[in-house]
């Protein structure tokens, strides 16, 4: 039996869909593609913006009449009779509920042995207790570089927000699971574990902090790579900055930055200012040797004017940013900007982030050129048409040149970054480790 999980949004739902994913290949299903014929889909929704719940509708009509299709995720939490309309096989489990599909292969085994239907064995499930931190990394066998989640739900209530309102508040993975889990994912070969959550930062944050945990980790962990996903800017602390210096914190910060205009910030109910957020950005830059940071932002959040977007451009020219993820605000329901009055028409917004998406191709640009030339280490991550390709501590995709005979997905190869070829950057081995 084959089986299809689609995944949107985030690099938590990602690592979320491996785990299941993996689930379903433990019990001896085949996981396909999604144009690859599967008896079953699993949609993983995103509720950020409205393209991605227009893209998870559309997703869930094409593999509805295909197969039945399980649907979950944070769009699935808060809007789930509009999805189960959209087929007749199509089962929604709201996220609470998520966790549990962990063991939906095992049911679906016993219930296919005993002639019932797919979707009679899908309804027929109910899963027991499962926590939002059963996601267990250390059984993936799709990545070279495992994704560890240790952080869910988020106390801030940004007004363009809807994750906070789906994930609910923020929870941590204890600080004693956290450190088997990755010992287990070095144990098992991996060369490099990417720390994930909904807001990273938040982790334990009214105890002892991501720095906290990070201290401690690291004291009991090897020479592995240890890389964030990303960091929102209110909970960085001095714990945190000093943590990220040691040499196994990767040089690469993924920064939500959203604006870089105070009144922005302050009317969209973002912690932080301008001011505060340059002060960390220095201090981010200094842990490292030319770190890759990147930004999120957000064009067209209402009260943006033109002064108010010429402000965040030049503070993201000015900051050291070598990549900016810029997204076109899009207003949520359940937000408190869904009906707001002071909306920056659709195509003032889509041409800011026009500019935006200009200005991040000249700051990567710059970026890569400065590092032809440099020494550096990179995880195999695939082979195409007769070469292999990789990603670097601070976050390159390379063309691997002069691979050994030897190399294999996940392994570490040190090596100097040669010059660009089209949008890659060629790696050149010296070494493995
Ligand atoms: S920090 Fe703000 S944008 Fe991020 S999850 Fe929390 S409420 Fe949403």
Redesign the pocket.
Known sequence: MRVCVYTLGCRLNQCESEALADSFAREGFEIVGEEEGADLHIVNTCTVTSKAEQKARRMIRRFARRSPTLVTGCYAQLNRKELEELGKEVLVVPLDGKARLLKLAGHLRTALESSLSLFEGMKSFEGGDATVFDYDAATFSYHSRAYLKIQDG?????A?????VA?GKAQSLDRATVIERVKALEDAGFNEIILTG??LT?YDHRNEGLGGLLEALLAKIGDIRIRLSSM?P?HIDDRLLGALEDPRMQPHFHI?V?SGSDSVLHRV??KYTVAELTSILDRLKACKDDPFLAADVITGLPGEGEREFEETALFLQENGFSALHVFPFSPRPDTPLFKAKDRVPESVRDERAKVLRTLSAGLTDAYLRRQEGKPGEVVVQDRKDGSWYGVTGNYVDVRIVDPPLFAKRGMLLKGTFGSRSDRLMEFIVTGSS
Do not use: I, K, L, Y
Request: aromatic share 4%; net charge neutral; with cysteine.
């Open positions: 988020c106390d801030n209530s940004c363009f927000c809807r994750v906070h994930r909904v807001n938040m929102e209110d939500p959203q109910g973002r």
